[in-house]
């Protein structure tokens, strides 16, 4: 499961891997996007975000949560503090499921899928087809962002989630 987190806007997908003679193939299982109400207070906002990522969650049990970094180059710092309650509220719903969460820059999530940490948009989103053997570009932007997101936490999530684990004992 991969999620660009927002408070307004968080995008999720959910990608299922199956093995073919050792190679990994996809299969998108759900992808959307979780609102909330941009006029109500933060707490609702955020409980809002908690139960629709705890629904996906319920709905597809995942194995594995990939989340994008918080990006430090916000310029606006209540942006960048209103992302951090909006991630926390998701780690939150990862964790009382007990799903491991692996987290990702964008920068790093682009190199993966394209070989390249400044890949525009259109670049990433055909990239999320390919490999999803999409007929169509995944979208809004939020929608194509999670599944590159999972894609990378496919392609990295396990030795990040033994990396974490080292790192606790």
Known sequence: ?????????????VI???????????????????????KAPI???????HEGVTEVIQL???????LEQLFSHYER???SILMGHARGVICLAAATAGIPVVHYEPTRVKKVLTG?????????QLAVKLQLGLST???????????AIALCGHHLGNQSVMDQLLKQR
């Open 1 to 13: 499961m991969g999620i660009d987190p927002g408070l307004n806007t968080t995008g999720y997908g």
């Open 16 to 38: 299922e891997v199956t093995s073919n003679k050792g190679l990994g193939q996809f299969r998108l299982c759900e992808a959307g996007i979780i609102r909330s109400k941009a």
């Open 43 to 49: 707490e609702t906002r955020l409980a809002e975000l």
């Open 60 to 66: 597809h049990h995942p194995d594995l949560m990939s």
């Open 77 to 79: 710092v209540r942006t």
């Open 116 to 124: 390249n940490g400044r890949a525009p948009k259109s670049q990433m």
């Open 137 to 147: 570009v995944p979208e809004p932007d939020d929608v194509a962002d999670a599944l």
